[in-house]
Protein backbone atom coordinates (compact mmCIF):
# COMPACT_ATOMS: atom_id res chain seq x y z
CA UNK A 1 0.00 0.00 0.00
CA UNK A 2 1.00 3.58 -0.81
CA UNK A 3 2.61 5.45 2.13
CA UNK A 4 0.16 7.93 3.60
CA UNK A 5 0.09 11.34 1.93
CA UNK A 6 0.37 13.10 5.60
CA UNK A 7 3.38 10.89 6.23
CA UNK A 8 5.28 12.05 3.22
CA UNK A 9 4.15 15.26 3.91
CA UNK A 10 5.71 15.12 7.52
CA UNK A 11 8.90 13.90 6.26
CA UNK A 12 9.25 16.61 3.90
CA UNK A 13 9.12 19.15 6.57
CA UNK A 14 11.99 17.10 9.00
CA UNK A 15 14.12 17.46 5.77
CA UNK A 16 13.67 21.19 5.46
CA UNK A 17 14.21 21.89 8.93
CA UNK A 18 17.55 19.48 8.86
CA UNK A 19 18.38 21.13 5.59
CA UNK A 20 17.89 24.54 7.57
CA UNK A 21 20.05 23.86 10.13
CA UNK A 22 23.35 21.92 8.54
CA UNK A 23 23.50 25.48 6.15
CA UNK A 24 22.94 27.86 8.97
CA UNK A 25 26.15 26.18 10.15
CA UNK A 26 28.41 26.65 6.51
CA UNK A 27 30.43 29.65 6.57
CA UNK A 28 33.28 28.89 4.85
CA UNK A 29 34.16 26.99 1.82
CA UNK A 30 36.20 24.00 3.71
CA UNK A 31 32.18 23.53 5.30
CA UNK A 32 30.87 23.55 2.28
CA UNK A 33 33.45 21.11 0.56
CA UNK A 34 32.84 18.90 3.85
CA UNK A 35 29.23 18.59 3.24
CA UNK A 36 29.70 17.88 -0.76
CA UNK A 37 31.63 15.09 0.77
CA UNK A 38 35.29 15.42 -1.16
CA UNK A 39 37.71 18.00 -1.86
CA UNK A 40 38.46 19.82 -4.70
CA UNK A 41 37.47 18.63 -7.60
CA UNK A 42 40.60 18.28 -10.56
CA UNK A 43 42.36 19.09 -12.62
CA UNK A 44 43.29 22.20 -10.81
CA UNK A 45 43.85 25.28 -12.74
CA UNK A 46 47.83 25.94 -13.43
CA UNK A 47 49.21 27.80 -10.84
CA UNK A 48 51.04 31.03 -12.69
CA UNK A 49 53.34 33.29 -10.96
CA UNK A 50 51.52 36.89 -11.02
CA UNK A 51 52.10 38.83 -13.87
CA UNK A 52 49.41 41.00 -14.21
CA UNK A 53 48.82 45.23 -15.74
CA UNK A 54 46.79 47.34 -13.68
CA UNK A 55 45.62 50.75 -14.22
CA UNK A 56 42.79 52.95 -13.17
CA UNK A 57 40.59 53.62 -16.05
CA UNK A 58 37.32 55.59 -16.53
CA UNK A 59 33.96 53.27 -14.90
CA UNK A 60 31.87 55.06 -17.17
CA UNK A 61 33.79 53.14 -20.17
CA UNK A 62 33.07 50.01 -18.05
CA UNK A 63 29.13 50.91 -17.69
CA UNK A 64 28.93 51.27 -21.06
CA UNK A 65 30.38 48.12 -22.05
CA UNK A 66 27.54 46.71 -19.77
CA UNK A 67 24.80 48.90 -21.78
CA UNK A 68 25.58 46.94 -24.83
CA UNK A 69 24.56 43.58 -23.30
CA UNK A 70 22.24 44.49 -20.46
CA UNK A 71 20.57 47.85 -21.34
CA UNK A 72 20.97 50.83 -18.98
CA UNK A 73 18.63 50.36 -15.90
CA UNK A 74 20.18 50.78 -12.49
CA UNK A 75 23.75 52.11 -13.94
CA UNK A 76 22.84 56.20 -12.58
CA UNK A 77 22.65 54.07 -9.03
CA UNK A 78 25.98 51.96 -9.74
CA UNK A 79 27.50 55.98 -10.54
CA UNK A 80 25.56 57.32 -7.47
CA UNK A 81 27.04 55.09 -5.43
CA UNK A 82 30.45 55.95 -5.68
CA UNK A 83 31.98 57.98 -3.08
CA UNK A 84 31.93 61.79 -3.59
CA UNK A 85 31.43 61.24 -7.38
CA UNK A 86 34.63 59.11 -8.10
CA UNK A 87 34.59 57.68 -11.90
CA UNK A 88 37.43 55.27 -11.57
CA UNK A 89 37.38 51.58 -11.48
CA UNK A 90 40.85 49.45 -10.64
CA UNK A 91 41.29 47.62 -13.76
CA UNK A 92 43.35 44.19 -14.54
CA UNK A 93 44.71 44.97 -17.93
CA UNK A 94 46.31 41.87 -19.13
CA UNK A 95 48.54 39.04 -17.46
CA UNK A 96 47.86 36.77 -14.79
CA UNK A 97 46.90 37.55 -10.71
CA UNK A 98 46.05 36.21 -7.77
CA UNK A 99 43.99 38.01 -4.52
CA UNK A 100 46.97 38.84 -2.82
CA UNK A 101 48.14 41.05 -5.59
CA UNK A 102 44.71 42.64 -5.86
CA UNK A 103 44.84 43.89 -2.21
CA UNK A 104 48.20 44.78 -2.07
CA UNK A 105 47.78 47.05 -5.54
CA UNK A 106 44.76 48.45 -3.94
CA UNK A 107 45.93 49.05 -0.83
CA UNK A 108 48.99 51.05 -2.19
CA UNK A 109 46.45 52.72 -4.33
CA UNK A 110 44.38 54.08 -0.86
CA UNK A 111 41.80 51.50 -2.34
CA UNK A 112 41.72 48.68 0.49
CA UNK A 113 39.97 49.01 4.00
CA UNK A 114 38.64 47.25 6.83
CA UNK A 115 35.52 46.04 4.48
CA UNK A 116 37.35 45.42 1.84
CA UNK A 117 37.77 46.38 -1.46
CA UNK A 118 36.73 50.21 -2.52
CA UNK A 119 36.61 50.91 -5.55
CA UNK A 120 35.04 48.56 -8.46
CA UNK A 121 37.75 45.91 -10.00
CA UNK A 122 37.85 45.37 -13.28
CA UNK A 123 38.99 42.10 -14.93
CA UNK A 124 40.07 42.98 -18.78
CA UNK A 125 39.83 40.27 -21.60
CA UNK A 126 42.96 38.42 -21.84
CA UNK A 127 43.70 38.40 -17.84
CA UNK A 128 42.82 36.56 -15.22
CA UNK A 129 42.05 36.56 -11.56
CA UNK A 130 42.56 33.69 -9.39
CA UNK A 131 41.09 34.10 -5.86
CA UNK A 132 41.74 30.93 -3.26
CA UNK A 133 41.20 33.35 0.07
CA UNK A 134 37.98 35.79 0.91
CA UNK A 135 37.53 38.81 -1.52
CA UNK A 136 35.34 41.46 -0.01
CA UNK A 137 34.00 44.18 -1.49
CA UNK A 138 32.77 47.68 0.66
CA UNK A 139 29.15 48.39 0.23
CA UNK A 140 29.52 51.77 1.29
CA UNK A 141 32.27 52.50 -1.09
CA UNK A 142 30.20 51.24 -4.13
CA UNK A 143 32.62 47.98 -5.09
CA UNK A 144 32.01 45.17 -7.15
CA UNK A 145 33.57 43.09 -9.52
CA UNK A 146 33.68 42.79 -13.43
CA UNK A 147 34.80 40.08 -15.52
CA UNK A 148 35.37 40.25 -19.28
CA UNK A 149 38.39 37.72 -18.93
CA UNK A 150 38.82 34.65 -16.90
CA UNK A 151 37.93 34.74 -13.13
CA UNK A 152 38.71 31.45 -10.92
CA UNK A 153 37.52 30.94 -7.32
CA UNK A 154 38.95 27.79 -5.99
CA UNK A 155 38.07 27.37 -2.25
CA UNK A 156 37.79 30.80 -2.00
CA UNK A 157 34.94 33.86 -1.46
CA UNK A 158 33.84 36.91 -2.11
CA UNK A 159 31.83 38.53 0.16
CA UNK A 160 29.77 41.94 -0.07
CA UNK A 161 30.78 43.68 3.55
CA UNK A 162 30.03 46.90 4.92
CA UNK A 163 27.41 49.24 5.97
CA UNK A 164 25.21 50.35 3.31
CA UNK A 165 25.87 52.79 0.96
CA UNK A 166 24.99 56.62 1.84
CA UNK A 167 24.09 57.66 -1.02
CA UNK A 168 22.04 54.62 -2.33
CA UNK A 169 21.02 52.58 0.29
CA UNK A 170 20.10 49.44 -1.58
CA UNK A 171 23.17 49.47 -3.59
CA UNK A 172 24.66 46.12 -2.91
CA UNK A 173 28.23 45.23 -4.15
CA UNK A 174 28.28 42.57 -7.37
CA UNK A 175 29.49 40.07 -9.92
CA UNK A 176 29.41 40.42 -13.46
CA UNK A 177 31.18 38.10 -16.44
CA UNK A 178 29.72 39.70 -19.49
CA UNK A 179 31.12 39.27 -23.16
CA UNK A 180 34.33 36.82 -23.40
CA UNK A 181 34.37 36.66 -20.10
CA UNK A 182 33.98 33.11 -18.01
CA UNK A 183 34.53 31.49 -14.97
CA UNK A 184 35.23 28.81 -12.81
CA UNK A 185 33.62 28.64 -9.08
CA UNK A 186 34.48 25.48 -7.28
CA UNK A 187 34.28 25.00 -2.96
CA UNK A 188 33.06 28.74 -2.98
CA UNK A 189 31.10 30.84 -0.84
CA UNK A 190 29.23 33.68 -2.27
CA UNK A 191 27.59 35.81 -0.26
CA UNK A 192 25.67 39.15 0.35
CA UNK A 193 25.36 40.32 -3.74
CA UNK A 194 22.98 42.27 -5.84
CA UNK A 195 20.61 44.88 -5.93
CA UNK A 196 18.38 46.82 -8.36
CA UNK A 197 16.01 45.00 -11.36
CA UNK A 198 18.77 44.61 -14.05
CA UNK A 199 19.88 41.35 -14.30
CA UNK A 200 23.50 42.53 -14.73
CA UNK A 201 23.59 43.93 -11.06
CA UNK A 202 21.51 40.42 -9.48
CA UNK A 203 24.39 39.86 -7.18
CA UNK A 204 25.83 36.46 -9.51
CA UNK A 205 25.27 37.29 -13.21
CA UNK A 206 26.89 36.36 -16.62
CA UNK A 207 25.94 37.53 -19.93
CA UNK A 208 27.45 36.46 -22.93
CA UNK A 209 26.49 39.03 -25.86
CA UNK A 210 27.91 40.48 -28.84
CA UNK A 211 29.63 38.65 -31.44
CA UNK A 212 32.34 36.44 -29.77
CA UNK A 213 31.93 34.08 -27.74
CA UNK A 214 33.68 32.93 -24.42
CA UNK A 215 36.78 29.85 -25.06
CA UNK A 216 36.06 28.54 -22.08
CA UNK A 217 32.69 26.83 -19.93
CA UNK A 218 31.36 28.69 -16.92
CA UNK A 219 30.57 26.28 -14.36
CA UNK A 220 29.39 26.57 -10.44
CA UNK A 221 30.59 23.65 -8.48
CA UNK A 222 29.98 22.79 -4.61
CA UNK A 223 29.36 26.16 -3.88
CA UNK A 224 27.13 28.10 -1.26
CA UNK A 225 25.10 31.17 -2.44
CA UNK A 226 23.87 32.70 0.53
CA UNK A 227 21.89 36.03 0.12
CA UNK A 228 22.56 36.77 -3.09
CA UNK A 229 19.40 38.06 -4.76
CA UNK A 230 19.64 36.05 -8.16
CA UNK A 231 22.23 33.98 -9.98
CA UNK A 232 21.35 34.61 -13.48
CA UNK A 233 23.42 33.29 -16.57
CA UNK A 234 21.93 34.84 -19.92
CA UNK A 235 23.33 33.44 -23.66
CA UNK A 236 25.92 30.85 -22.19
CA UNK A 237 26.07 28.10 -23.80
CA UNK A 238 26.59 24.36 -22.03
CA UNK A 239 26.83 26.17 -17.99
CA UNK A 240 27.14 23.61 -15.54
CA UNK A 241 25.62 24.04 -11.95
CA UNK A 242 26.01 21.09 -9.72
CA UNK A 243 26.59 20.60 -5.78
CA UNK A 244 25.93 24.11 -4.95
CA UNK A 245 23.46 25.69 -2.47
CA UNK A 246 20.96 28.71 -3.34
CA UNK A 247 20.25 29.96 0.46
CA UNK A 248 17.93 33.19 1.57
CA UNK A 249 18.21 34.40 -2.18
CA UNK A 250 15.56 37.47 -2.38
CA UNK A 251 14.72 37.57 -6.01
CA UNK A 252 14.96 33.86 -8.29
CA UNK A 253 17.60 31.75 -7.15
CA UNK A 254 18.48 30.98 -10.25
CA UNK A 255 17.69 32.16 -14.05
CA UNK A 256 18.62 30.52 -16.77
CA UNK A 257 17.56 32.73 -20.04
CA UNK A 258 18.65 32.05 -23.63
CA UNK A 259 20.92 29.10 -22.51
CA UNK A 260 21.84 25.72 -24.47
CA UNK A 261 22.45 22.87 -23.04
CA UNK A 262 22.58 23.55 -19.42
CA UNK A 263 23.27 20.90 -16.55
CA UNK A 264 21.45 21.98 -12.99
CA UNK A 265 23.01 19.05 -10.76
CA UNK A 266 22.79 17.90 -7.50
CA UNK A 267 21.83 21.16 -6.26
CA UNK A 268 19.81 22.75 -2.93
CA UNK A 269 17.69 25.65 -2.84
CA UNK A 270 16.28 26.78 0.56
CA UNK A 271 14.13 29.58 1.14
CA UNK A 272 14.16 31.46 -2.12
CA UNK A 273 12.08 35.11 -2.04
CA UNK A 274 11.07 34.46 -6.00
CA UNK A 275 10.98 31.27 -8.21
CA UNK A 276 13.42 28.75 -6.89
CA UNK A 277 14.70 27.90 -10.79
CA UNK A 278 13.45 29.73 -13.65
CA UNK A 279 14.46 28.49 -17.09
CA UNK A 280 12.99 31.63 -19.49
CA UNK A 281 13.17 32.73 -23.21
CA UNK A 282 14.46 30.34 -25.08
CA UNK A 283 16.49 28.44 -22.83
CA UNK A 284 16.89 24.79 -24.97
CA UNK A 285 18.40 21.67 -23.81
CA UNK A 286 18.48 21.94 -20.25
CA UNK A 287 19.06 19.53 -17.95
CA UNK A 288 17.90 19.25 -14.34
CA UNK A 289 18.83 16.20 -12.18
CA UNK A 290 18.56 15.61 -8.75
CA UNK A 291 17.23 18.59 -6.50
CA UNK A 292 15.94 19.46 -4.10
CA UNK A 293 13.60 22.79 -3.31
CA UNK A 294 11.99 23.91 -0.39
CA UNK A 295 10.18 27.09 0.64
CA UNK A 296 9.90 28.60 -2.48
CA UNK A 297 8.70 32.60 -2.03
CA UNK A 298 6.55 31.80 -5.36
CA UNK A 299 7.14 28.79 -7.84
CA UNK A 300 9.66 25.83 -7.60
CA UNK A 301 10.32 25.55 -10.96
CA UNK A 302 8.76 27.63 -14.19
CA UNK A 303 9.86 26.72 -17.48
CA UNK A 304 8.31 29.20 -19.62
CA UNK A 305 8.96 30.83 -23.50
CA UNK A 306 9.73 28.53 -25.87
CA UNK A 307 12.46 26.54 -23.23
CA UNK A 308 11.74 23.87 -25.43
CA UNK A 309 13.45 19.95 -24.45
CA UNK A 310 13.97 20.39 -20.78
CA UNK A 311 14.60 17.19 -18.86
CA UNK A 312 13.34 17.11 -15.56
CA UNK A 313 14.45 13.74 -13.42
CA UNK A 314 14.58 13.07 -9.47
CA UNK A 315 13.65 16.37 -7.99
CA UNK A 316 11.36 17.03 -5.28
CA UNK A 317 9.54 20.80 -4.38
CA UNK A 318 8.24 21.27 -0.98
CA UNK A 319 6.41 24.09 0.36
CA UNK A 320 6.25 26.14 -3.44
CA UNK A 321 3.94 29.51 -2.26
CA UNK A 322 2.75 29.06 -5.50
CA UNK A 323 2.73 26.63 -8.30
CA UNK A 324 4.90 23.54 -7.68
CA UNK A 325 6.13 23.25 -11.26
CA UNK A 326 5.14 25.63 -13.93
CA UNK A 327 5.57 24.67 -17.84
CA UNK A 328 4.18 27.43 -19.88
CA UNK A 329 4.88 28.01 -24.17
CA UNK A 330 7.65 25.23 -24.10
CA UNK A 331 7.60 22.23 -25.87
CA UNK A 332 8.79 18.71 -25.19
CA UNK A 333 9.35 18.61 -21.55
CA UNK A 334 9.79 15.42 -20.23
CA UNK A 335 8.94 15.27 -16.28
CA UNK A 336 10.15 11.84 -14.30
CA UNK A 337 10.71 11.06 -10.94
CA UNK A 338 9.49 14.62 -9.96
CA UNK A 339 7.89 15.03 -6.13
CA UNK A 340 5.48 18.00 -6.26
CA UNK A 341 4.38 18.12 -2.08
CA UNK A 342 2.40 20.80 -0.68
CA UNK A 343 2.59 23.65 -3.00
CA UNK A 344 0.23 26.72 -2.22
CA UNK A 345 -1.89 26.40 -5.38
CA UNK A 346 -1.47 24.27 -8.08
CA UNK A 347 1.23 21.51 -8.25
CA UNK A 348 2.18 20.77 -11.61
CA UNK A 349 0.54 23.47 -14.50
CA UNK A 350 1.05 22.78 -18.14
CA UNK A 351 0.19 25.16 -20.79
CA UNK A 352 0.64 25.24 -23.79
CA UNK A 353 3.18 22.42 -24.31
CA UNK A 354 3.03 20.03 -26.67
CA UNK A 355 5.10 16.70 -26.86
CA UNK A 356 4.90 16.82 -22.97
CA UNK A 357 5.51 13.63 -20.52
CA UNK A 358 4.21 13.60 -16.75
CA UNK A 359 5.53 9.77 -15.09
CA UNK A 360 6.69 8.24 -12.37
CA UNK A 361 5.80 11.10 -10.27
CA UNK A 362 3.71 12.57 -7.20
CA UNK A 363 2.08 15.31 -6.45
CA UNK A 364 0.87 15.53 -3.33
CA UNK A 365 -1.12 17.99 -0.70
CA UNK A 366 -1.69 20.75 -3.72
CA UNK A 367 -4.04 23.52 -2.05
CA UNK A 368 -5.73 24.16 -5.40
CA UNK A 369 -5.11 21.42 -8.61
CA UNK A 370 -3.00 18.33 -8.71
CA UNK A 371 -2.24 18.70 -12.00
CA UNK A 372 -3.76 21.73 -14.11
CA UNK A 373 -3.43 21.76 -17.90
CA UNK A 374 -4.92 24.64 -19.92
CA UNK A 375 -4.57 25.94 -23.30
CA UNK A 376 -3.52 23.62 -25.48
CA UNK A 377 -3.63 23.84 -29.08
CA UNK A 378 -6.09 20.96 -31.14
CA UNK A 379 -4.69 17.98 -31.39
CA UNK A 380 -2.05 17.96 -28.68
CA UNK A 381 -2.05 14.89 -26.97
CA UNK A 382 -0.47 14.95 -23.08
CA UNK A 383 1.05 11.90 -21.55
CA UNK A 384 0.35 10.74 -17.69
CA UNK A 385 1.53 7.35 -16.55
CA UNK A 386 2.44 5.97 -13.61
CA UNK A 387 1.88 9.09 -11.58
CA UNK A 388 0.59 9.53 -7.99
CA UNK A 389 -2.09 12.20 -7.17
CA UNK A 390 -3.03 11.73 -4.12
CA UNK A 391 -4.35 14.59 -1.07
CA UNK A 392 -4.90 17.42 -3.79
CA UNK A 393 -7.74 19.56 -3.28
CA UNK A 394 -8.92 18.60 -6.64
CA UNK A 395 -6.64 16.12 -8.85
CA UNK A 396 -7.14 17.46 -11.90
CA UNK A 397 -8.23 20.51 -13.13
CA UNK A 398 -8.79 21.44 -16.95
CA UNK A 399 -9.28 24.25 -19.33
CA UNK A 400 -8.68 23.36 -23.08
CA UNK A 401 -6.45 20.41 -22.16
CA UNK A 402 -6.89 18.73 -25.74
CA UNK A 403 -6.15 15.09 -25.40
CA UNK A 404 -4.86 13.35 -22.07
CA UNK A 405 -3.50 10.37 -21.90
CA UNK A 406 -3.48 8.47 -18.96
CA UNK A 407 -1.99 5.06 -18.12
CA UNK A 408 -1.07 3.45 -14.39
CA UNK A 409 -1.75 6.52 -12.84
CA UNK A 410 -3.06 6.21 -9.13
CA UNK A 411 -5.71 8.57 -7.82
CA UNK A 412 -7.07 5.76 -4.85
CA UNK A 413 -6.39 8.45 -2.25
CA UNK A 414 -7.81 11.20 -4.10
CA UNK A 415 -10.81 11.74 -2.61
CA UNK A 416 -13.04 13.33 -3.04
CA UNK A 417 -12.35 15.66 -5.86
CA UNK A 418 -10.76 13.78 -8.84
CA UNK A 419 -11.55 16.22 -12.13
CA UNK A 420 -12.73 19.97 -12.37
CA UNK A 421 -13.20 21.75 -15.48
CA UNK A 422 -14.39 20.65 -19.46
CA UNK A 423 -13.29 16.78 -18.22
CA UNK A 424 -15.60 17.05 -15.22
CA UNK A 425 -18.04 14.56 -17.45
CA UNK A 426 -15.19 11.75 -17.43
CA UNK A 427 -15.44 11.46 -13.46
CA UNK A 428 -17.42 8.24 -13.49
CA UNK A 429 -14.91 6.69 -16.40
CA UNK A 430 -11.94 8.00 -13.84
CA UNK A 431 -13.31 6.43 -10.48
CA UNK A 432 -14.10 2.69 -12.26
CA UNK A 433 -9.98 2.35 -12.43
CA UNK A 434 -8.72 4.62 -9.51
CA UNK A 435 -5.60 2.32 -9.93
CA UNK A 436 -4.74 3.06 -14.02
CA UNK A 437 -5.14 -0.71 -14.40
CA UNK A 438 -6.65 0.42 -18.17
CA UNK A 439 -5.06 3.10 -20.00
CA UNK A 440 -7.34 6.30 -20.75
CA UNK A 441 -8.11 8.49 -22.73
CA UNK A 442 -9.37 11.97 -21.60
CA UNK A 443 -10.38 14.57 -24.26
CA UNK A 444 -11.96 18.23 -24.83
CA UNK A 445 -11.42 21.11 -26.96
CA UNK A 446 -8.15 22.64 -27.17
CA UNK A 447 -7.38 26.51 -28.77
CA UNK A 448 -6.39 27.09 -32.35
CA UNK A 449 -3.04 25.04 -33.00
CA UNK A 450 -2.67 27.97 -35.77
CA UNK A 451 -2.05 30.33 -32.76
CA UNK A 452 1.32 28.95 -32.03
CA UNK A 453 4.44 28.36 -34.48
CA UNK A 454 5.22 24.48 -35.57
CA UNK A 455 6.52 22.56 -32.86
CA UNK A 456 10.45 23.19 -32.53
CA UNK A 457 11.72 19.72 -31.07
CA UNK A 458 12.80 16.84 -33.21
CA UNK A 459 11.68 13.62 -33.32
CA UNK A 460 14.45 12.18 -30.97
CA UNK A 461 13.34 14.91 -28.31
CA UNK A 462 9.88 14.04 -29.12
CA UNK A 463 10.66 10.29 -27.77
Given at each position: MAEPVEQILSQA?????DHAIQVAGIVSPEQMLARAGHALTTPLPQAAAPSAEFDLIDLRFILIEMARATGTNDQLSVLR???QGRLKALSIQKGDADLSTVIKTATDMGFYGADGLTIPLVIQAGARLTIADTLMLDRASGAFL???GRMEVIGGSIIGAGTENANIPEFRPFFTTLGTGSFDVRGAVIQSLGFGSAPAFSGFAAIEAGLYRPEDVSSIQDTLLRDVMSTQFDGLQSPKIAGSIFDHSSGNALELRQTQNAQVSQNLFINSGGDALRITHGSVGTRVNDIEIYEAGLNGIRVNISSHATRLNDVTIWNAAKIGLSVDRSDCVAISHVSVLFPGQKGVSLRRTRATQLTDSSVLGSRNAGLFVAEQPDGTVLTLARNRIAGNRVGISTAAPAEIHLDANDFSQQFPRFLKGDLSGSIA??????TGSAPLVLQA??????????ITCTQAEES
Open positions: RADYEAQPINFTLTANLGGTDPNLVPP
